[in-house]
């Protein structure tokens, strides 16, 4: 079996090295980084940041596997992984679909505009103030409160990441495939088989309540919430996470 593990925001390949070990050696693990995140961090031109661009990147990442295959999207790599399997319906037998802490957009068109408005603003934040100041905004949320109480050794490595991001980088990311910037998604659920499996962290209403949205949508999708964990449930709970990878 192989995975493909798609990251959020201010993340990188590296935040599903711990979900990695859990799942231990026999697992192939394919973890492409998002334009402005890790190694493409210095991207400029704006069309590496369109949804075509992210598209491709699944694209090149399947390729590379034979087979049953587990596709793994987290909050933003999960909103990606959506338009992707509108696009490409049919996966080898045997695959699975993990929707981590995501959404499938806004549907109403003047939550969305608001949306771009807020992101349009996070993204001079970051391009002004730089990479310290908007951390401490976004880890101030309270869905990341989980995130932000783990052990010292394990948080600070988590924290020098994010901190070493490209600020530009980031904005550009906004701009380009922020949640108001895209169509929603709920067309796609209904067709989505019973070896889709969508997954929240707890501490995380949130989402949550939009993983138990997604499963009145389609019924057939598992839903599993995690226990003690937060948004960012692969980095707080690895070892549970690959469990419920793996069930």
Not at 36 to 51: C, E
Not at 65 to 86: A, E, F, K, N
Not at 183 to 196: G, H
Request: overall charge neutral; proline content about 6%.
């Amino acid at each position: 079996m192989h995975y493909i593990f798609l990251h959020g925001f201010v993340g990188s390949s590296e935040d599903f090295v711990p979900v990695r070990q859990a799942l231990g050696n026999p697992a192939k693990v394919i973890a492409p980084d998002w334009p402005g995140h890790g190694s493409l961090s210095s991207l400029r031109d704006v069309s590496d940041y369109s949804l075509s661009a992210h598209l491709k990147i699944i694209d090149e990442a399947v390729a590379k596997t034979s087979g049953p295959l587990t596709l793994v999207g987290y909050s933003m790599g999960g909103r990606i992984l959506q338009h992707w399997l509108i696009q490409n319906p049919t996966l080898p037998e045997e695959s699975k679909v993990i929707l981590v802490s995501t959404s499938p957009g806004i549907s109403d068109v003047a939550e969305r505009q608001n949306r771009v408005a807020g992101d349009a603003a996070v993204a001079r934040l970051l391009r002004v103030e730089g990479m310290q100041r908007f951390l401490h905004y976004w880890h101030w949320q309270t869905m990341f409160q989980p995130l932000m109480r783990l052990p010292r050794e394990t948080l600070t490595p988590i924290l020098k990441r994010r901190t070493a991001c490209d600020p530009e980088g980031l904005a550009l990311s906004l701009s380009g495939v922020g949640t108001g910037e895209l169509a929603d998604t709920w067309r796609l659920f209904p067709s989505l088989s019973d070896t889709t499996k969508v997954i929240a962290g707890e501490l995380d209403s949130r989402y949550v309540d939009l993983a138990r949205q997604m499963h009145v949508a389609a019924p057939q999708l598992r839903l599993n919430i995690l226990k003690g964990a937060g948004h960012a449930v692969h980095l707080e709970k690895p070892k549970e996470f690959a469990e419920a990878l793996l069930t």
